[in-house]
């Protein structure tokens, strides 16, 4: 009998497999790997074409950087992870699988798995970011691998930016029966988030959307280095996490 009991627990490990079994979205990561592509050619030219102000100055890593996530940061990921997230969740309501969800007592581990399952795509796409930046920082363009740390550390806080934007859009999937529906939502959400960008940068870490720019330092990269940028960074983006899973937790367990 404890046997019996011990098979039907609820185990957030088989969730995540299940999710990284059904997720296979090839598009996302072609899609997330071209559009860094369009920043890292942006940072690229504007280092080229101001190559002796830059030398001058003794700036490499950050000329690059700069110009390199700030359409990524404000626009491509937001998106694209939102509609990674979204046309997962969407097969969710096929089905009414998250009723069967709650029925079974099985919620909260598909909410876990799917959460975790969340964290290894945001490590990963910041990843797929980081590298292309090596790449064109050393290969390329021949910088000294010493500088480099600060925009690797960035990543920390960026992984977690992305997360919360998975999260949110998983929780606010549950509501969306409409992949359509979903993505228009996301869209407003994005430029909201590109306009506080633009306007007020000091406020990035406030708005979830526009998150990755500010643990990115897209706007502010006298202070990319800055630890106490990265800890501030890093903790606002884990407080929205923990708002996103909380939100998903409650909108799972009320779709009866």
């Not at 990561?29 to 559009?35: H, N, Q, V």
């Not at 998106?79 to 097969?91: D, G, H, K, M, T």
Request: charged letters at 10%; one cysteine or more.
């Amino acid at each position: 009998m404890a046997a019996n009991k011990r098979i039907s627990k609820p185990s957030v490990a088989a969730a995540l497999r299940w999710e990284i079994r059904k997720a296979g979205n090839l598009w996302y990561w072609i899609a997330t790997a071209l559009f860094d592509l369009i920043g890292m050619f942006n940072g690229w030219s504007q280092y080229v074409d101001y190559r002796k102000d830059f030398q001058a100055q003794g700036v490499t890593w950050a000329a690059v950087w700069g110009q390199a996530i700030l359409l990524p940061s404000m626009v491509f990921m937001p998106i694209l992870v939102a509609a990674f997230a979204s046309q997962i969740e969407s097969n969710e309501h096929v089905g009414r699988n998250w009723q069967r969800l709650n029925a079974s007592g099985t919620a909260l581990a598909a909410v876990a798995g799917k959460m975790l399952h969340g964290l290894l795509a945001s490590l990963l796409t910041v990843a797929v970011f980081e590298v292309e930046f090596f790449v064109v920082g050393k290969v390329i363009l021949g910088f000294n691998l010493r500088d480099v740390g600060p925009f690797l550390f960035r990543g920390v806080p960026m992984t977690l930016a992305v997360w919360t934007i998975m999260t949110l859009t998983q929780a606010i999937s549950v509501e969306f029966e409409s992949f359509a529906g979903m993505m228009s939502v996301v869209l407003v959400l994005t430029l909201v988030g590109c306009v506080l960008s633009l306007v007020v940068p000091s406020l990035t870490l406030a708005y979830p959307f526009s998150l990755i720019t500010g643990a990115s330092a897209a706007r502010d990269l006298d202070n990319i280095a800055s630890l106490g940028s990265v800890m501030t960074a890093t903790l606002m983006a884990a407080f929205w996490v923990i708002v996103g899973g909380l939100i998903f937790h409650r909108l799972t367990r009320k779709a009866v």
